[in-house]
């Protein structure tokens, strides 16, 4: 795959590569102010704004149209280039019409062949540049099967946009970053530009400083982060976006390691790994929490119907299926059997908790 270089497309030397814009364009005004003051707060190399806005539920803002498009003229006219997404031939068709500088592929359409290779049809011996977001879920071949359908239209001014992963179930993150993906990314198609979007993997302003931080260590390329001039009144993805004063403010605090921009393999495996075992660690965490909920709604049933919280059939079948499921999955019975009689012994103590304090409620 040919892969041309972000500097042919991007002004690489400002550092950290930022692109930013509101989640959403708005109104005319929202855009053209938004773009201002990135313009005198931070060193902006692309000017993002959703003009056709994917809704997880129906009767929310979906973006203004075509007419969002006569707006991010007028950024370019500030001296912006811009970009925007697109998730069908129309969109790319009126985005090329109206002259949008780069354009993305949104989450949801990574995950759709038939709507990404529509794109692609339509960008055939079109000469723009084309950032593509990781699919939803963790599936690093789709990401790879997207990017592959745009390349094989001729675009070869690509990036790709690691946004996080959709879990199930309660995270920190909105979007769980499992960075080993962009890496795994970055080891197929080492000369690909990967930029971090940590406004869609936090989902609120205090974790994108952190995400940002990281991403930068692990030699990422650049940032996509959310900007708007009144964040709260936003109409979507408010929590995640920052004003363009405190965006400034936020960049200026991140630490650059010299040469990642210029050395994409500069990755620190070791860190790499050690991230991978945090987000284990979480999950086993998060895990023992709903563990902990269950034994508690369990103790409670217990209390009330008049069953023994210990009952020695349920330990030893426990036992028994943990012991041979270790040993499906090659892991160390004697290891297993360790951490089961901890639970166990957790278990014991939190149903005795929940009825003694029934107990006392009930006096
Ligand atoms: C966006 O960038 O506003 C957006 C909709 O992102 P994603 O496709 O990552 O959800
Ligand atoms: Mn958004």
Known sequence: MEIAPLSDWLPVQRQPLLISGP?????????????RLLKQHTSLCLFRAGIWKPRTRPNAFEGVGETGLEWLKEVQALGLKTTTEVANAQHTELALKHGVDVLWIGARTTVNPFSVQEIADVLKG??????????????????????ERVANSGVKKLAAIHRGFHVYGKTKYRNKPMWQVPIELRTHLPQLPIICDPSHISGKRELIASVAQKALDLGMDGLMIESHIHPDKALSDAQQQLTPEALGQLISQLVIRSGSVQNPFLIDKLMALRNAIDEIDEDILNTLKRRVQVIEDMGLYKKEHGIQIFQLERWQEILRTRSQLAE?????????????????????????????????EGK
Not at 23 to 35: I, M, P
Not at 126 to 147: F, R, S, T
Request: charged share 25%; proline share 3%.
């Open 126 to 147: 079109v000469d723009i540049p084309v950032m593509i977001k990781n699919p939803i879920h963790a599936d690093l071949q789709l990401w790879l099967g997207a990017i």
């Open 328 to 360: 499906k999955l090659g892991l160390s019975r004697q290891h297993i059997e360790k951490l089961c009689q901890l639970l166990h012994e957790e278990s014991i103590r939190i149903q005795n908790e929940v009825m003694n304090t029934k107990l006392e």
């Open 23 to 35: 989640c959403g364009a708005e109104t005319r005004d929202q855009v053209l102010e938004t773009a």
